[in-house]
Nanobody, 126 residues
Framework: QVQLVESGGGLVQAGGSLRLSCAAS????????GGWFRQAPGQEREFVAT????????YYAASVKGRFTISRDNVKNTVYLQMNSLKPEDTAVYYC???????????????????WGQGTQVTVSS
């Protein structure tokens, strides 16, 4: 079992930046992939970014590629999401997630992940 707690959300103007953190506890987090998802009001939860256990491999949704950066610090058991050039359409609750490793998964959908944080609100004003 892995417990995840997000922090760093808030209100920011369009064009601004925020850095989200996801602190993990429980089993050794360094053996887990990390992911970020978001959910806007009335919409389904959508994939944002994922990073492998070492941090050497990342993948982003097209809507955030070039603006967001996912990273991790396995000493601190923390995954980060640096968000730059924020847009009003980035407004959502952002969730950190971690999956149990299973063959054949791409780790780009909600169903691929087993553990979730409680979410942190990001609001981007125009």
């Amino acid at each position: 079992q892995v417990q995840l707690v997000e922090s760093g959300g808030g209100l920011v103007q369009a064009g601004g930046s925020l850095r989200l953190s996801c602190a993990a506890s429980g089993r050794t987090f360094s053996s887990y992939r990390g992911g970020w998802f978001r959910q806007a009001p009335g919409q389904e939860r959508e994939f944002v970014a994922t990073i492998n256990w070492s941090g050497g491999s990342t993948y982003y949704a097209a809507s955030v590629k070039g603006r967001f950066t996912i990273s991790r610090d396995n000493v601190k058991n923390t995954v980060y999401l640096q968000m730059n050039s924020l847009k009003p359409e980035d407004t959502a609750v952002y969730y950190c997630a971690a999956p149990e490793t299973r063959p054949g998964r791409l780790y780009r959908t909600v169903g691929d992940y087993d553990y979730w944080g409680q979410g942190t609100q990001v609001t981007v004003s125009s």
